[in-house]
């Protein structure tokens, strides 16, 4: 059955990378349905991710929301720090989109003290002093926003990474027209 499951989840990344959202969150659910049954509850939370991406780049904030909360109850049930790192720093991006930015910010320290427990890599550390520098651009916050980007991008240079810099670099130019510095 988890072979099984594995296989619609495959699908439904396959659907997904189309932007067929409707059939990728079908095929993840099947593949939840098939974890559940053969009582694998790591596939099912990965299950629940996967449906909540579909929901995040689609924003539905309340879907993506409850799905990344059912993942994150099995991840802290299993001890899988690593999971619940993302898992938070996801909900985190819920957060941000929706304005709430000291939850967002929470969500990211969360994430990060957990990723850190783990001496998680580099690159996740990039990516998640990333999404907390570019909350605290959006909160207003110019010298902490460049704080954390420049952290950033010293972790993504360190994991010889380039596919975020622009991204990194997009908030870092924010923050300098929020400051003024136009140079």
């Not at 989840?9 to 049954?37: C, F, K, P, V, W």
């Not at 360190?158 to 908030?171: I, T």
Request: hydrophobic content about 40%; proline content about 1%; glycine content about 8%.
């Amino acid at each position: 059955i988890t072979l099984l499951a594995r296989a619609k989840s495959l699908i439904g990344i396959a659907y997904y990378s189309r932007s067929e959202h409707d059939a990728a969150i079908e095929n993840y659910q099947t593949s939840y349905e098939l974890y559940h049954r053969a009582g694998d509850v790591r596939g099912e939370a990965t299950a629940h991710n996967l449906i909540a991406n579909v929901y995040f780049n689609l924003g539905r904030w309340g879907d993506a929301d409850f799905h990344y909360q059912q993942a994150l109850k099995i991840f802290v049930r299993i001890g899988d720090l690593y999971n619940q790192a993302v898992t938070h720093n996801n909900l985190g991006g819920i957060a941000k989109n929706q304005g709430r930015f000291e939850d967002a910010i929470q969500f990211y320290e969360d994430a990060l003290q957990l990723i850190e427990k783990i001496d998680g890599s580099v690159w996740i550390m990039g990516m998640f002093h990333m999404n907390f520098g570019a909350t605290y651009v959006h909160q207003g916050d110019a010298i902490l926003g460049l704080q954390h980007l420049e952290s950033s991008q010293e972790f993504f240079t360190e994991a010889q990474s380039k596919d975020f810099l622009p991204e990194v670099w997009r908030y870092m130019a924010e923050a300098n027209i929020l400051m003024g510095a136009f140079d």
